[in-house]
């Protein structure tokens, strides 16, 4: 999972931009990636007084009470924001991985209510599947990008088919997101966890930039498999 650090304040006539966190770890269990609105969003807060501990309780519960949480305790339904969520995703205990998203999405005209959604994105099967919000539209791109080079049989410099190539292909996205606009910046958080629940972190900036032999040097220390599972 990987995050920026960019962080929109509207103040009606004009926007200001600050560093904030988007990404956090719960030990053992798993990540937590939040995007969209900022407004009262205590996500942090919440996971720092009820996942200190995790002792028995699995990504799959950590997603449930983050839905929870988001509806009962949060109602950006009722505080007036606009749309948030969050990512969720780690290894259960037998080693199968996980990946959920919780959100709330604003309405859509005056005859419209919102939506609360809890969904379990994956995996799937083989398919590599990618999970992006926030400006999603720019992260788009980059991955069509590259998977129109190897759809059409041209040489890419990385593979997101490799774990070191799937991290490079993060970096890309946030760097290539963050020169477009100040709504993403850095630092960029990545985060990488292994079934046994062994944990990469890295913190980046714009350069130097990592290159793929040194992103697979630091998975190597998680004793991956070869191939990425989600």
């Not at 946030?174 to 960029?188: D, I, K, Q, W, Y």
């Amino acid at each position: 999972m990987a995050a920026d650090c960019a962080v929109s304040l509207d103040f009606g006539s004009h926007r200001e931009y600050e560093t904030g966190r988007k990404l956090y770890h719960v030990e053992g269990v798993g990540f937590v990636g939040t995007w969209g609105a900022r407004d009262a969003n205590t996500i942090g807060r919440f996971l720092g007084s009820n996942w200190s501990r995790s002792d028995g309780r699995t990504v799959d519960d950590l997603a449930r009470s983050i839905h929870a949480w988001l509806i009962g305790e949060y109602r950006p339904d009722e505080v007036g924001v606009g749309d948030v969520g969050y990512h969720v995703a780690g290894f259960r205990p037998d080693g199968s991985p996980a990946l959920h998203h919780s959100f709330w999405n604003v309405p859509g005209d005056a005859s419209s209510r919102g939506s609360y959604t809890h969904q379990l994105i994956g995996p799937n099967g083989d398919i590599t599947q990618f999970l992006y919000n926030g400006r999603h539209d720019l992260a788009e791109r980059v991955v069509e990008a590259l998977l129109n080079e190897i759809r059409a049989g041209r040489d890419t410099k990385f593979s997101p088919r490799s774990n070191g190539g799937l991290l490079y292909l993060a970096h890309l996205i946030m760097r290539f997101a963050s020169e477009l606009t100040p709504e993403v910046g850095p630092p960029f958080l990545v985060h990488l966890m292994s079934p046994t629940g062994a944990i990469l972190d890295r913190r980046l900036e714009m350069s130097p930039v990592p290159s793929i032999e040194e992103w697979e040097v630091w998975c190597a220390q998680l004793s991956l498999p070869q191939e990425p599972t989600t």
